[in-house]
């Protein structure tokens, strides 16, 4: 028997416009698959469940 419980998954989609020069998508795709980015959104999730603590017994998991 599992010890956890899927409540609910968010989804997380980045347009970016079309027509955009071939360079500009290279940086954004190389942005987006960054480790320093990676890190950073990972931060950000675990402040924003960190300001409920209602949410404190919950485990998080990022994953792409």
């Not at 419980?5 to 968010?10: A, L, R, T």
């Not at 999730?45 to 603590?53: E, L, S, T």
Request: aromatic share 8%.
């Amino acid at each position: 028997m599992s010890k956890q419980i899927v409540m609910e998954e968010f989804h997380l989609t980045i347009f970016v416009p079309s027509g955009l020069a071939s360079p500009v998508y290279d940086a954004i795709r190389q942005t987006l698959v960054s480790p320093l980015f990676r890190t950073r959104l990972r931060r950000a999730v675990q402040n924003a469940f960190g300001r409920h603590p209602e949410l404190t017994p919950v485990k998080v998991k990022l994953s792409r």
